[in-house]
């Protein structure tokens, strides 16, 4: 086995992320348009168009590099008038409705008058295509003659390069190659990859040339036309070739292909109805973005971690996502541990922060990740995503009961073990620490991975190898989901009773070194020298969702959480507001982050303290029912909550986000203490509490052992709650333990 690389230590107090996102666009400001499926994804604005803005985002992408920069829709010269833009409730199918504005004529009064004309365009993405559909129609009463033009280019952007970072050199652009109906667009980047962007038009245009398409439309009085657009994206010749099929019958096949894909998912998941309809509409976005954002990969379903910034496989947040839908989708957690373990580090590589049995944090496809100008091709920076991937296979294990799937994921398992006991403890003290082993790399790597997210009580940064208080608890997570595993997969009892010691040790230790006792709560980390990092963090609450903190002491934090220091209203923040650090605009020290409140809020329930999860998800539904499309963002500002008022958002902040969106399905089963006991095909509910607002809440098609069930909860007298089962198959129940 290869001796643990020496560590860096994280930046200095100067210091800035190499990699942050310094776009000067706010996507608050922009409220865009977002469309994703697999490898391919687009940022509209609420036209449709994809403008021309330096610094801004939008954009047709695959695989992290740009393939249309430009897209905009014409009518004479003039841009149509917005009417409405909203994404489908399913979150697949783009729409937007448009009038034209006056179009000027030679004489005094317009040649067409505004009003005249409604456009809807439609647009969605498939098998690395973007499909568009325009429908012209006309409420004149008499006939009109105009031109439709639609203008594109691409630029090849690297998706670095679009988040502000710049190059030196690039590759060379291709002149396009023009035909009667098509344009192809193609760049070779310096890693000597062809890039193209491959458009068909149908019906062919009027006039084509290398970045516009014009079509003369004669409409009668009451009359319409209809425009079909591909923009099909792909790498070394994977888009090249005559289209295959005519635009209108490709268009109607991944339109059927999408909707049968969906409904595919839709049977396997459970559903959510309450008695608000506002909370149904959280949920429903909720479950619309994962679908979204879940790619299909040889291994199965992952959910990418996010849109614009991140739309590419992430350790961290896809175990995270999976653990707090695993209630309600358990495929996911599936799909997100075979991946992971294909993935899996088997030998040392300091470029890419990588050892034997270490978990990816963050997979790149793009020109400048093949090049190495950024280190994240195949990049394992991230201290916790390896016990969190034990954890989480843990509690597949606890949700399904099936342990022959786990079977082959074992020597995985095993390897991420042994990382944890071996290069992830760089010190031999029995904590996991971190410190980069390339200057490129992530200076913190936790999961507020920021450089200044780990300072001491006086605001000095924590100099490392820093040891986490929640990676302690993920890695106890991980020692007795060993355990658990390993018994159930009948392997020798030796490996099982040396893991549940091994957590045993851990936990002692632990509470000496990491207990504050003034605090109420724990230190936010270890720095180098084995000082703790007294900061009141919503780190501590992580420790609860792994079990290690004693009962006594997880009541402490979850009333420091609670408090007025960390709780805004919307949620809580990652920072107490009496700190050094604390900023309610920082990315990490202040901000409310939807998924940490989770976390914290799966980590309550596994206390008993279902009230004070449920004290959680109130927040968060009432943040969303502030924001466009009740849509939880990645963070939000920590400022206190006030009156007549929302959310204040945080600039470049991902929406959709994987697990922001996973994060009220997950507070849902929180609060209603939700488990399952596949051995007796039993659905547990431990003293379940309703939030405020709600009075009925109903789970449909819970999946356990092959078997469904439909539970129904109302408020009853008091707090109480009162279980019903509307449905079920034979073979399953429902117990509520009051």
């Known amino acids: ?65 740009r393939h249309l920069s430009r897209l905009e829709l014409r009518l004479a010269g003039a841009k149509p008038m917005l009417l409405s833009s909203a994404v489908s409730d399913d979150g697949t199918m783009l729409t937007c409705d448009l009038t034209n504005p006056d179009i000027a004529g030679d004489g005094r009064r317009p040649e067409i008058e505004r009003d005249q004309l409604h456009l809807r365009r439609s647009k969605f993405l498939r098998n690395a295509t973007c499909f ?21 280019a691409a630029d090849f952007a690297d998706l670095f390069e679009v988040r502000g970072e710049r190059r030196l050199r690039r590759g060379a652009l291709h002149r396009p190659e023009i035909g009667s109906d098509s344009v192809v667009l193609a760049y070779t980047g310096l ?22 398409a014009a079509f003369a439309l004669a409409l009668p009085a009451g009359g319409r036309a209809t425009l079909l657009i591909e923009t099909r994206c792909g790498t070394d010749g994977a888009a090249e070739g005559a289209f295959p099929e005519p635009a209108r019958t490709t268009f109607l096949r991944a339109l059927w292909e999408d909707s049968r894909a969906r409904r595919a998912v839709q049977a396997r998941t459970a559903s959510v109805v309450t008695s608000d309809t506002a909370f149904d509409e959280m949920i429903g976005r909720s479950v619309a973005d994962l679908g979204m954002l879940t790619t299909q990969t040889p291994q199965g379903p992952y959910p990418y971690a996010g849109v614009p910034w991140f739309s590419t496989a992430f350790g961290r947040d896809a175990l995270v996502t999976a653990w707090l839908t695993l209630w309600f989708d358990p495929d996911i957690a599936l799909g997100v541990l075979r991946h992971l373990a294909a993935l899996q580090a088997t030998t040392t590589d300091p470029a890419a922060d990588a050892e034997p049995g270490k978990i990816i944090h963050e997979v790149r496809n793009g020109e400048m990740a093949e090049l190495g100008e950024v280190p994240f091709r195949r990049y394992y920076g991230s201290v916790d995503s390896t016990p969190l991937f034990v954890a989480l296979a843990g509690a597949w294990l606890e949700r399904t009961g099936e342990a022959e799937a786990l079977r082959p994921l074992w020597p995985n398992i095993e390897a991420a073990l042994r990382w944890i006991e071996t290069h992830g403890d760089r010190d031999g003290d029995g904590f996991v620490e971190y410190g980069r082993m390339t200057e490129a790399g992530l200076a913190n790597q936790g999961w507020k991975d920021s450089w200044d997210s780990v300072p001491h009580a006086d605001g000095t940064l924590a100099k490392g190898p820093i040891a986490l208080c929640e990676v302690q608890a993920y890695a106890y ?73 004693a009962p006594d002491r997880a009541a402490a934090v979850a009333r420091q959480l609670l408090g007025g220091s960390f709780y805004s209203g919307w949620g809580i923040r990652t920072l107490a507001a009496a700190e050094a650090r604390y900023n309610p605009m920082s990315y990490h020290n202040g901000s409310v982050w939807p998924h ?94 309703l939030p405020t607002g709600l009075d009925r809440v109903t789970l449909r098609g819970l999946a356990l052992g092959g078997e469904r069930i439909d539970v129904s909860l109302r408020r009853a007298a008091g707090d109480s709650v009162a279980m019903s089962v509307p449905s079920r198959s034979k073979g399953i129940g429902a117990v509520l333990v009051a």
């Open 1 to 65: 086995m290869n001796a643990p690389q020496p560590a860096l230590d994280p930046a200095a107090e100067s210091g800035v992320d190499a990699h942050a996102i310094t776009t000067s666009i706010s996507l608050q400001e922009m409220r865009p348009r977002m469309l994703k499926r697999d490898d391919t994804f687009a940022v509209l604005d609420r036209n449709g168009d994809a403008l021309p803005i330096a610094g801004g985002p939008e954009g047709l992408y695959h695989r992290d590099t």
């Open 132 to 152: 568009e559909r325009i429908t012209v129609r006309s409420y004149a009463n008499r006939p009109l003659t105009l031109e439709l033009e639609l203008r594109f």
């Open 191 to 212: 890693d000597e990859k062809r890039r193209e962007t491959r458009l068909r038009f149908d019906p062919a245009p009027t006039r084509i040339g290398t970045d516009r």
């Open 477 to 549: 997570a991980a020692f007795l989901a060993g355990a658990r595993i390993a018994r159930a997969l009948g392997l020798p009892p030796g490996r099982a009773g040396a893991l549940e010691k091994r957590a045993a040790v851990l936990r002692e230790r632990f509470e000496a070194a990491f207990w504050c006792e003034d605090l109420g709560t724990y230190a936010l980390a270890l720095d180098g020298a084995k000082r703790p990092c007294r900061v009141r963090s919503s780190n501590a609450g992580h420790v609860l969702l792994g079990g290690i903190a």
């Open 596 to 689: 940490d409140n989770a976390l914290i809020g799966l980590g309550l329930a596994r206390y008993g303290l279902c009230a004070e999860a449920a004290r959680v998800l109130e927040g968060l539904a009432a943040a969303a029912g502030r924001l466009d499309l009740r849509r939880l963002p990645e963070l939000f500002c920590g400022f206190p909550r006030r009156g007549g008022q929302g959310p204040t958002a945080y600039p470049v902040a991902c929406a959709p986000q994987a697990w922001a969106a996973a994060a009220p399905i997950g507070l849902l089963g929180a609060c209603l203490g939700l488990g399952f006991d596949p051995a007796a095909r039993i659905v547990r509910l431990e003293r379940p509490v």
